[in-house]
């Protein structure tokens, strides 16, 4: 595993929930972002960590390789990796990540 894997790897496993995403929770900079954020919100979850993948290019590359998924925002929860903003919205319509954010690791 090589560093940028490491310090992914690391922030996965150290936060119950990490969204990879472009921008941040207050700005996000693309719509699926902002949507990613808005549907944890919605679904519950207090505390959001996320990682601005626009400031680390490496992160940006490295993530996509890390979860084997093309596409940001990824939400990650208990060190699992749950998917994009589209999945997370499927999650939440059937009440699938309310549970999952509301489950203690």
Do not use: H
Not at 14 to 35: E, H, Y
Not at 67 to 75: D, K
């Amino acid at each position: 595993m090589d560093d940028v894997q490491k310090r992914i790897d690391e922030m996965v496993k150290s936060n119950r929930v990490m969204l990879f995403m472009k921008g941040t929770a207050q700005f996000p900079q693309c719509g699926f972002s902002g949507r990613a954020i808005q549907v944890l919100k919605a679904a519950g979850a207090t505390e959001i960590n996320t990682f601005n993948v626009l400031e680390d290019e490496e992160v940006r590359q490295g993530i996509k390789d890390y979860a084997q998924w093309p596409t940001i925002p990824q939400l990650y929860v208990n060190g699992e990796f749950v998917g994009g903003s589209d999945i997370m919205m499927e999650m939440y319509q059937s009440g699938e990540l309310q549970q999952m954010l509301g489950a203690k690791a």
